[in-house]
């Protein structure tokens, strides 16, 4: 097939995009499709392409730390003229499939999938309804919770609009908590919070970022995440932690934290977690031909909670979603492959 592979983009998740990318295009050249890989928000766009099967791809990779985003709203604007005129969006109509191997801001809160389908470009992964309800997490887990997928207490806490709300403050007089932007991934800005001074810290440098804050307990216990390709649950890998929280930092470098798959749980807690990441799937909109990466996290007695899920999951080689694949005895290539069988079917 032709297919464009959408990568990098606006957000502070673009370093992990364009791995994505780099990595989809290679095992797309091996199942023999032609590539084209496009990042939508440089200053020139065409990152490599058309590359034929047996062509060679580099490997990019992920910094220790989130790129700046001093020039988001340039990068913002170059991302919104290419998706809607001139050779980008000739070359995206031209093509037989988008894979969309973007993640965070644009790219998986729905707006890059509203532009695609207005333009009827078809994409791979869930549509742009799909992605807005899983893409803010407060609004998201109200959706979980009443579906009757578990759900942590949550305080959405918009810093600088007055005192700390009281509600956070009794959150935070019972524990430590976790505060997080309401719409990032890639556990950008995630903060374990243990008093009020802290708090403040954290306030400020969200001060200067865009939306609110998520502010829900800390929870103690073991971490999860369970991926959806399709109608197939895919086996749970554990997320063994060195650091008290699984921030980018971690996320992104190799050997940082250990990660195992399949979990060495019982079976009983396997299915349950199996069976939670299937209805959170469903219950945010996803349908049997897209794919989703749900996480959870348990509290102090054993009692998994979802924590998110997650539209556009990371497929870098070290992302969760293709450890996930392999536990299923999936190559990569294969996890490739059919995400794009379900965007082709």
Known sequence: MRTVILCGGESPERDVSLASGWSVARALLERGHEVVLVDPAAAVPLLAGPLQPGDGVAGVAVGKEPPSLSHRRQ????MYAALTGGPVLELLRGAELVFLALHGGWGEDGHVQAL?????????????????AAWHKGRAQAVLGAAGVPVAERVLWRPGAGEVPQDVKRLLAAGPVVAKPVADGSSVSVHRVESLAQLAQVAAEAGSAEGELLVEPFLSGREFTVAVVGDQVLPVVEIELTTPVFDYQAKYQPGAVSEVCPAQIPAGFASRLQELALRAHHALGF????YSRTDFRCDASGEPMCLEVNALPGLTATSLLPQAATGADWTYPDLIQRIVDLATR
Do not use: N
């Not at 009827?120 to 807005?132: D, L």
């Not at 349908?287 to 897209?290: E, N, T």
């Open 287 to 290: 349908g049997r031909d897209v």
């Open 116 to 132: 695609l389908e207005m333009a009827g470009v078809r994409f791979t992964g869930a549509g742009s309804a799909a992605c807005a």
């Open 75 to 78: 990068l913002r604007w170059r």
